[in-house]
């Protein structure tokens, strides 16, 4: 590490015997002192964005910067990696940039502060939290901007900054960094939210040390990581095999009319030690689709995703991280060299839990093979100038289908990150120019399977002054994949509607776009992938979802039901099962809904809009 701790109390923390009361007691402590971060964050944060829809991540670190408790790790190596600096008792350093701290975050919208826990002048711990701020300056209103081609582009790069020095706060760098983003006040809110959070979990810290000690304390931390090496030890070795697995997923385009963009994935295991090899991936986008990924950063993905899968009930930290070997190719999509734009960074981010849950789950497919749905995480922008000629800005993430698994259906309209929750459309029509007219599920989007795929969410926004809206989005060309014969979910769609009834298909990117009071923009969301044999769910759940507009009586044929007069009809319905088992071939593993060229020919016909072109690699 190249940041350097400045301690006025040099005594060296001892490594000593915790009994298991102890650690338990220890562990839950710090546990709620997470959740407790995210409840001053959202009592005390000012944008929809973060108070209300939550796109923030805690943690606690140990000394070392190895995240104990948390929703997500990888911040504080990398950063410190990065930082050639001294860090003293009372500084909360900020940053936002990814390629001045190792990818620690991976674009500029997210501002994460990070404080060192310091007691009588000893360093004992970490707190840190980033937020996806509503503004971050740049090209367009909320600094997104899809055309960007390098980081510039993208608003005001905050290197690794002592916001606060010693205890005082830089007001004068504040005031410089506000000064270049359109929502200072909710950028300024959410920053003291963000301080709030982390001197919460560092005074935490501090009672703790001084209930138990300081090596307790830090042995307890220790144990914590322990654990969770164990754990994931035992699920690397039972879960992923030593004959390498690979797997190739798109991102349907760039936003400036290229694409698809493969991701690709080769899985082995040597040892006790998982290897994950992104060699083949497509070369950088010349757009802000860009995902610079930190191998720390693909390693939390990996740790959350499978012990949510396998165990949830374990303790995810960063334990596990000497288990995991990754490569990434530089100037490869998922890792761009500077100064690449980065803002779009979504969509690559949510295709790689596509990715790796059909990596982990082709070895027992029955058991842990999830179809695809984690697809992306889509964003609408809505910007101008209101009645009051009060400058407005909307930033809001919606929800798709989540993917069919072999425990059952996958939810409908629901968020990539299961901590979100979505921004009350009252609070929306509240604070802005905007009506919310439809706010549904779209019946027979989640691919038809023995467990359907989650519906993909309709919402339809009335503008109600002129403005400015943006799109991000993808699945659009691409199908989110079915598994083990399962059917692919719907592809995501965006039509806006003028008010003199004429209708405009929109790309899943685009910005820019003009609206007027009176416009009717339909933001529709992808399904999810179905999961098994379709002709094997039970009727009666078919007719249930059928019942709950979930499916339609047209929809329910997939699945070989037939219902009649708002009942199962029996005999046609094994007639029909029986006629389409005959005239399907097989049951893929996978089910892609095609090949990317024939997905690209049938493209217009389906999507109303004109398939990209093959990317060009400089």
């Not at 944060?45 to 140990?62: H, K, L, T, Y």
Request: charged fraction near 25%; include cysteine.
């Amino acid at each position: 590490m190249n940041a350097k701790i400045i301690e006025t109390n040099t005594t060296p923390i001892n490594k000593v015997e915790v009994d298991g009361v102890t650690v338990d007691i220890i562990e839950n402590a710090l546990r709620n002192a997470r959740e407790e971060m995210d409840a001053v964050l959202f009592r005390t944060a000012m944008s929809p964005g973060i108070r209300e829809q939550g796109d923030c991540f805690p943690m606690i670190a140990n000394r070392e910067g190895k995240m104990v408790v948390g929703q997500f790790g990888s911040f504080i190596g990398p950063f410190m990696e990065a930082y050639n600096g001294e860090i003293e008792e009372g500084d909360i350093i900020l940053t936002n940039d990814p390629y001045m701290c190792n990818a620690a975050v991976s674009h500029l919208p997210d501002w994460i502060v990070l404080v060192p826990v310091f007691k009588d002048g000893r360093h004992i711990a970490w707190s840190a939290m980033f937020g996806h701020m509503s503004d971050n300056g740049g090209m367009v209103p909320g600094s997104m901007p899809i055309n960007a081609t390098t980081i510039y582009q993208e608003g005001i790069r905050i290197p690794p900054t002592k916001l606060y020095k010693k205890g005082e706060l830089q007001s004068d760098i504040l005031e410089l960094i506000l000064h270049n983003v359109r929502t200072s006040q909710w950028n300024r809110f959410d920053l003291n939210a963000l301080v709030a959070a982390c001197n919460t979990a560092a005074k935490r810290c501090i009672e703790l040390a001084h209930r138990f000690g300081d090596d307790v304390l830090n042995s307890t931390m220790d144990i914590m990581l322990q654990r969770n090496y164990i754990a994931m030890k035992a699920i690397i070795n039972n879960f992923i095999p030593e004959e390498p697995r690979v797997f190739e997923d798109y991102i349907c385009d760039d936003g400036m009319g290229m694409g698809p963009y493969k991701i690709r994935c080769k899985m082995w295991r040597e040892g006790d030690i998982a290897y994950f090899d992104f060699e083949g991936t497509d070369p950088q986008a010349q757009s802000s689709v860009n995902f610079y990924m930190n191998e720390d950063m693909f390693k939390m993905f990996f740790g959350s995703f499978t012990i949510n899968v396998i165990d949830p009930q374990i303790v995810f930290n960063d334990g596990f991280y000497d288990l995991v070997k990754v490569h990434i190719p530089e100037g490869c999509l998922l890792k761009p060299k500077f100064p690449a734009a980065l803002s779009g960074r979504t969509h690559a981010l949510g295709r790689i839990f596509d990715v790796m849950g059909a990596l982990l789950g082709q070895g027992a497919p029955e058991m842990l093979l999830n179809a695809a749905g984690f697809s992306d995480s889509p964003h609408m922008f809505y910007s101008g100038y209101d009645d009051k000629d009060e400058w407005f800005q909307l930033y809001q993430i919606g929800f798709g289908g989540v993917p069919g698994r072999p425990v059952g259906d996958g939810p409908d309209g629901h968020s990539l990150w299961p901590g979100f929750t979505n921004v009350p459309n009252e609070f929306i029509e509240s604070y802005f120019p905007i009506r919310i007219e439809r706010y549904e599920t779209i019946p027979d989007s989640g691919g038809a399977g023995l467990h359907r795929g989650g519906n993909g969410l309709s919402v339809a926004y009335r503008f109600l002054c002129d403005g400015e809206i943006a799109i991000h989005d993808d699945r659009w060309l691409t199908y989110p994949w079915g598994v083990l014969g399962g059917e692919t979910g719907m592809r995501s769609t965006k039509k806006l509607v003028r008010g003199d009834g004429s209708e405009t298909w929109l790309a899943s990117k685009v910005e820019g776009i003009k609206v007027q009071a009176g416009d009717l923009l339909y933001f529709n969301t992808w399904g999810g992938g179905g999961w098994g044999d379709p002709f094997e769910r039970d009727p009666a759940l078919v007719l249930d979802d059928v019942n709950r507009r979930l499916v339609s009586v047209e929809g329910a044929r997939r699945f070989g039901v037939v219902i009649s007069d708002g009942a199962v009809d029996e005999a046609q319905t094994e007639q029909l099962r029986a006629s389409l088992r005959e005239q399907r071939s097989d049951k893929p593993l996978f089910n892609f809904g095609g090949s990317v060229e024939q997905l690209r020919q049938r493209c217009e016909a389906e999507t109303h809009l004109p398939a990209p072109q093959a990317p060009v690699f400089r």
